[in-house]
Nanobody, 117 residues
Framework: QVQLVESGGGLVQPGGSLRLSCAAS????????MSWYRQAPGKERELVAT????????NYAGSVKGRFTISRDNAKYTVYLQMNSLKSEDTAVYYC??????????WGQGTQVTVSS
């Protein structure tokens, strides 16, 4: 049974930090590229960051570049998103996504991040 379980969300003040985790199971994690997406109320889901299957390549949305860092630990079947210098506009539900080159796609259920004073 495939599962992606996000954790680490919560309420943080502007300028603060959070580290999200996404624990995977039920598939060969190291064969999948992993991404973080977010969806704010009333907005479409948007790509935040992507990391290749081996972790050697990363890409970021312009709005988070220099503030967020995606990483993965294939031995632990986990992908992370370190979020620093958080802004109110980062408030959203954050989802992780697994993609295989054959076309298999899996999504997590999401974790809420709220940036507010």
């Amino acid at each position: 049974q495939v599962q992606l379980v996000e954790s680490g969300g919560g309420l943080v003040q502007p300028g603060g930090s959070l580290r999200l985790s996404c624990a995977a199971s039920g598939f060969t994690f190291s064969s999948y590229s992993m991404s973080w997406y977010r969806q704010a109320p009333g907005k479409e889901r948007e790509l935040v960051a992507t990391i290749s299957s081996a972790g050697g390549s990363t890409n970021y949305a312009g709005s988070v570049k220099g503030r967020f860092t995606i990483s993965r630990d294939n031995a632990k079947y986990t992908v992370y998103l370190q979020m620093n210098s958080l802004k109110s506009e980062d408030t959203a539900v954050y989802y992780c996504k697994a993609v295989h080159w054959r076309g298999d796609v899996y999504w997590g259920q999401g974790t809420q991040v709220t940036v507010s004073s």
